[in-house]
């Protein structure tokens, strides 16, 4: 979601009262529950566009927002999906859904995973 697009969710009272109900979200949990007025909201630095995320990961290392959960810039590393969600994303890339369904990988293509995999330790 773009900037213009995340703030207009946060500054619609209805929009966040009818998805607290679907989501954890800490900061529409507070912004109902404290309200408005006792947030701010400020730019720190204009910087260029390709720079966005390296300025962005330096001020969560160095002030440690309290309603960011996520604590790697551009990621979406330490989110964790309800279970209702995940239900719903199994559901809809099961059987045909599935964009592989039906379909597959060439003997090249298997060959080129298999190298790539090697030494893999997931």
Do not use: W
């Not at 995320?53 to 309290?66: G, V």
């Not at 989110?79 to 597959?104: Q, V, W």
């Amino acid at each position: 979601m773009d900037l213009y697009g995340r703030l207009s969710c946060y500054y619609s009272i209805k929009y966040l009262e009818r998805i607290i109900k679907k989501s954890n979200s800490i900061i529409y949990k507070a912004l109902i529950k404290y309200g408005y007025s006792n947030f701010s909201l400020e730019i720190i630095e204009y910087c260029e566009s390709k720079d966005v995320l390296n300025r962005e990961q330096y001020y969560l290392d160095l002030l440690h927002p309290e309603y960011n959960t996520l604590k790697i810039a551009g990621s979406r590393q330490g989110h964790n999906h309800t279970e209702e969600s995940k239900a719903k994303i199994s559901a809809a890339t099961k059987g045909d859904k599935h964009p592989l369904y039906g379909k597959t990988h060439s003997e090249e293509t298997r060959a080129k995973m298999s190298v790539a995999k090697k030494g893999n330790t997931l």
